[in-house]
């Protein structure tokens, strides 16, 4: 069973029986956010197994420090634990549980004072795939991710949520406590630094 989080340790400690398989039918999210709120520990444990995987990957992708992933995580589900009670319904469950992921993960890299040094993921290609076409594939995900490593956690946000996780601007705004123009302006200025650092980079490789 999933334990929750009771205390500092608790909270930065992945949790027991996360699995891979699928997992049988459950609850409506907001039902399951009803229930925790009664301090449902079975509820808890189905929700932390279903955000797990894209959590990960949005703080992975928002903070590049790859020692303080598990510990916002962890913080963030904690959050959901103790403040289940006011869910209001005004926004998707995952709309209200992003939002809170994404104010830990600024939380935390305000205390952070020395940079970190990014190294990209490997990145498999197709098993079908040439050698080359796989070389350039594993090539060009790695000249992205350098280059998004060099935009700021609020810009990596937005383009994160808007291109991975297919979030309209509105929902966005919800998540970054900002207005939709808001929104909008910082995508607008991520893809264009993007643009620029992604022809600076296919440049210098010429």
């Not at 790859?66 to 009670?85: H, S």
């Not at 993921?121 to 795939?129: F, H, L």
């Not at 594993?138 to 291109?163: F, G, M, N, P």
């Amino acid at each position: 069973m999933l334990g929750v989080p009771n205390d500092r340790a608790d909270r930065n400690s992945p949790p027991n029986g996360l699995r891979a398989e699928a997992l049988a039918p459950t609850l409506d999210e907001q039902i399951l956010i009803e229930r925790i709120a009664l301090r449902d520990r079975a509820a808890f444990e189905d929700l932390y197994r279903r955000y797990f995987p894209r959590l990960t990957r949005f703080i992975e992708r928002m903070v590049r420090r790859p020692q303080i992933v598990g510990e916002i995580l962890n913080d963030t589900m904690f959050v959901v634990w103790r403040k289940a009670a006011t869910y209001n319904g005004q926004s998707k469950v995952s709309t209200w549980i992003f939002s809170i992921a994404y104010r830990t993960a600024l939380r935390a890299l305000g205390r952070q004072s020395d940079p970190v040094e990014w190294e990209a993921p490997e990145v498999p290609a197709p098993p079908e795939a040439e050698p080359e076409s796989s070389l350039i594939q594993r090539q060009d995900r790695r000249i992205l991710d350098e280059a998004l490593s060099q935009l700021t956690a609020e810009h990596r946000a937005v383009i994160e949520l808007t291109y991975m996780h297919e979030c309209a601007c509105r929902e966005i705004a919800q998540i970054v406590g900002c207005p939709v123009d808001t929104v909008k302006t910082r995508l607008f200025y991520a893809r264009r630094r993007l643009k620029s650092l992604l022809a600076q980079r296919m440049g210098d490789l010429r």
